[in-house]
């Protein structure tokens, strides 16, 4: 199993948040709403796509998209699990999912414990609707066909 690779320290890129085209607190649910959150924070420290080998095989997709916050202006409520995966830094990668319907909340990094990475396909819709995912990471990761700007863009199942 490759290791998440989160940085050994938090990269400068963390210092301040993102804009946002409005600003209103973080929130969000699981699928089956059994697991809310809010996150204190206007916008979020970064917006990403994460396309780190374990984030393709936790979502079942090419990348996830995350909002990174503050871990300590976090709150999950509801009925969570977590799967612990050893990082690039040596250190433990705890992905928090809801016990119930197994939807990922967020990944939380020991290497960097003053934050975690929500993962923003759980925000309320208005919220996600006005990310601005300003950062790729791990594009050694990033498979071959993954393009920002794609020749045919399907706003529904083709």
């Given amino acids: 199993m490759e290791a998440y690779k989160y940085p050994a320290e938090v990269p400068s890129f963390f210092e301040g948040p993102q804009p946002m085209s409005t600003l209103m607190p ?22 990403a796509y994460d396309h780190c080998d374990d ?5 079942g997709s090419t990348y996830s ?10 709150t999950i409520n509801g009925p969570t699990k977590s799967y612990a995966g050893q990082g690039s830094s040596g250190k433990a990668v705890h992905r928090i999912f809801c016990s119930e319907c197994g939807s990922p909340i967020a990944h ?6 003053e934050i975690i990475a929500l993962k923003a396909g759980t925000l ?20 071959p066909f ?9 706003e529904h199942m083709p």
């Fill in 108 to 113: 939380d990094p020991e290497a960097a414990p």
């Fill in 124 to 143: 309320d819709v208005e919220i996600k609707k006005n990310l601005k995912p300003d950062t790729e990471i791990w594009t050694v990761s990033k498979l």
């Fill in 26 to 47: 973080l929130s969000g649910h699981c699928l089956c709403k059994a697991v809310t959150y809010k996150a204190d924070v206007e916008a979020p420290l970064i917006t």
């Fill in 65 to 74: 998209l995350v909002a990174v916050v503050p871990k300590d202006k976090l």
């Fill in 55 to 59: 984030c393709q095989r936790q979502s």
């Fill in 146 to 154: 993954c393009q920002e700007h794609l020749a045919k863009p399907f």
